[in-house]
């Protein structure tokens, strides 16, 4: 089946840890997102890439950063710079159109030890 | 003003009801649209797209206003499993490729 796959499901940080969210897609899309969702709160944009070795910054990209290597993958890191991340965090998938959807990984939850 | 705006609710409704949300936009350049569905603790996802002639999936209509920069969600024969936050999300092209969510709006459906 095709889709997008996020893991781990929930990620426990220690203070001044980095830790990377992993999120693969075999829907052969060329865009792909992260989003932030804090509780009872909308999706903020961290980070999108249009093509592989190519990424742009989000509303909210201070404190993390990503790579795409591969076209299927597109890891988060979430830096110790980041001094709140205790969230939500939603990886997306799309075809590069502006009449496409996106379609959504089931999320990580990252929360502070 | 956000580019995106949605009444958050909640809105309470008894099973068997009609429901209609709305969401307004502020770039008249948005070439997309949709509505998503995202239950608690859960991703969204996608419950359809909406077209400038309106489309119908079952219970749910989708309509879209360009003059007045809004598009609506009718949710007939409400069921219980309705309930949720529904997301109106937009495309568009402004200095670049870009995808607006709107914040929600909450559903409750009651016995």
């Known amino acids: 089946d095709g889709g997008i796959t996020q893991s781990p499901k929930y990620l426990f940080r220690k203070e001044g840890q980095n830790v990377t969210l992993s999120c693969e897609q075999n829907?052969?899309?060329?865009?792909m997102y992260w989003y932030r969702q804090d509780p009872g709160q909308g999706l903020r944009l961290i980070y999108y890439?249009?093509?592989?070795?190519?990424?742009q910054k989000g509303d909210i990209a201070e404190g993390y950063s990503v790579s795409r290597e591969k076209k299927e993958s597109f890891p988060l890191t979430v830096t110790s710079a980041q001094k709140n991340p205790t969230a939500f965090y939603l990886c997306?998938?799309?075809?590069?159109?502006?009449?496409?959807?996106?379609?959504f990984g089931d999320g990580t939850r990252l929360s502070i030890l | 003003r956000k580019e995106v705006e949605q009444d958050p609710g909640p809105f309470n409704v008894p099973e068997g009801a009609t429901v209609a949300f709305n969401c307004t936009y502020s770039?008249?350049?948005?070439?997309?649209f949709f509505w998503y569905r995202q239950d608690c603790r859960k991703e969204p996802k996608l419950l359809m797209s909406?077209?400038?002639s309106g489309n119908e999936d079952g219970r749910f209509t989708a309509q879209l206003n360009r003059a007045s920069q809004y598009i609506s969600l009718l949710i007939r024969d409400s069921k219980l499993s309705d309930s949720a936050t529904y997301l109106c999300?937009?495309?568009?092209?402004?200095?670049?490729?870009?995808?607006?969510f709107g914040a929600g709006t909450r559903l409750f459906v009651k016995a």
């Open positions: 997306a998938s799309s075809m590069f159109s502006s009449n496409q959807p996106q379609h």
């Open positions: 829907l052969n899309h060329d865009a």
């Open positions: 890439s249009q093509i592989v070795n190519d990424f």
């Open positions: 770039n008249s350049a948005s070439q997309s």
């Open positions: 909406v077209y400038s």
């Open positions: 999300v937009v495309n568009g092209r402004t200095g670049g490729f870009k995808t607006i």
